[in-house]
């Protein structure tokens, strides 16, 4: 609890504060990632599992896939995790190895890619119970045997998912979830990816962003590289598009997955690439410039940091990284390493998002102090005190005019 004099001290504080000018509105998640970071502890990697695979629910809770164990966090920005459902045996023999988790952006579905050689699980978002976790089985959640690497949902029901047999070109499917799972419905939609399986998203339009996750043909310059990631029209992907030759180019980075969108339209890209001696950040792609180079002719020049942003928590350019967007609380996860990190794309002193910084902040750092709420956390030390009031009081914007 807050001492009497503290209570004073933010009273006064915010009398002052509140004298001061509005500051211009205009939050852009682009230019404040990286700005305040957290660490966030991960589920420990189960036995038989390669990692911990990662996304969020649409109110911003993280949930977790390793083992078995599908986990959610207790609470938005809590940082601790619960299990929320359990694979069973009869639904899936051994561990995940895992593959992917992805929650549909209306938040009714979960779709987990369990591994190489292992099925896509398909359940109810409604199943996850983090007090008392729900065993999934063939009677509520679907098995399909699709090959898998990568995934992205377009809606509630319809799941692209990036596949490919090492040695040969990797494609894009279209899985319809609610198609028999003895006879899925999953057509090729992108084909002839000249390498490995990227990442793949959807941006606001519903054009469909994939890329190339290993050039296997270096030697064939007419081919993609590693890192390229090309846009594919709803028009274009629907009636089934070549990579190589169709689609546009937007930029080559890293190993261009996995891929994402924040809310502000900003591209996520993770992964890493030896050969350009890119790895160990995240990149993000300002949304302003993905729509330049849709209109063209701007390209994006990856070396450009108004371009492209190298978010690289770790600090030591070491490993592949993974990214998310936890859209709810404007945050970007980044996965891949022991920890995983959150960076808030607020403006500082900005607890609430609403891009003001006003009593309504101080109102929201008091609710959680003495807590680990990331959220209220303005100062990314990993507890909510004072100097979490001292940054809403020194970032001070008052109501908008
Ligand atoms: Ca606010
Ligand atoms: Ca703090």
Known sequence: MMSC???????????????????????????HYGGVVHVVTPPPTAPGSFGVAADALPDGRLVALTGSTVFVETGVGAGVFAPAAILGASLLAGPTDPGFIRVSPGGTRVAIGAGFGLPIIVFDAAALDPLAPTTLTPANAARFEVGHFDAAWL???????????????????????????????????????????????????????????????????????????????????????????????????????????????????????????????????????????????????????????????????SGFLGARAIRATDELLITGGPVWFTTSGRRPGDATGDGLVTGADL?????????????????????????????????????AP
């Open 155 to 317: 809606d509630e029901t319809r799941l692209a998912i990036a596949a490919g047999a090492f040695g040969s070109p990797s494609i894009v499917t279209m899985l319809d979830v609610t198609s028999d799972p003895s006879a899925p419905v999953n057509p090729v939609i992108v084909s002839n990816i000249a390498g490995a399986s990227g990442g793949v998203a959807f941006d606001s339009d519903g054009a469909l962003y994939t890329g190339n996750g290993f050039d296997l043909t270096p030697a064939t310059p007419r081919t993609s590289r590693t890192g390229a990631i090309k846009r594919f029209t709803p028009g274009e992907w629907s009636a089934g598009a070549d990579f190589e030759t169709g689609g546009r180019p937007v930029l080559e980075l890293l190993s261009a997955g996995p891929l994402a969108f924040d809310a502000d339209g900003d591209l996520l890209v993770g992964g890493g690439d030896f050969a350009q001696g890119q790895t160990g950040f995240v990149g993000v792609v300002r949304a302003g410039v993905l729509a330049g180079v849709i209109a063209g002719p701007l390209t994006v020049n990856p070396n450009n940091p108004a371009h492209v942003r190298r978010l690289d928590p770790i600090g030591d350019g």
């Open 363 to 399: 109102t929201a750092v008091l609710n959680a102090f003495s807590t680990t709420n990331r959220l209220a956390d303005l100062t990314g030390d990993g507890v909510v005190n004072g100097a979490d009031l001292t940054v809403v009081l020194n970032s001070w914007t008052g109501a």
């Open 5 to 31: 004099e503290l209570t004073a001290r933010v009273v006064r504080a915010a009398a002052l504060a509140a004298l001061v000018s509005p500051a211009a509105i205009g939050a852009d998640l682009f230019d």
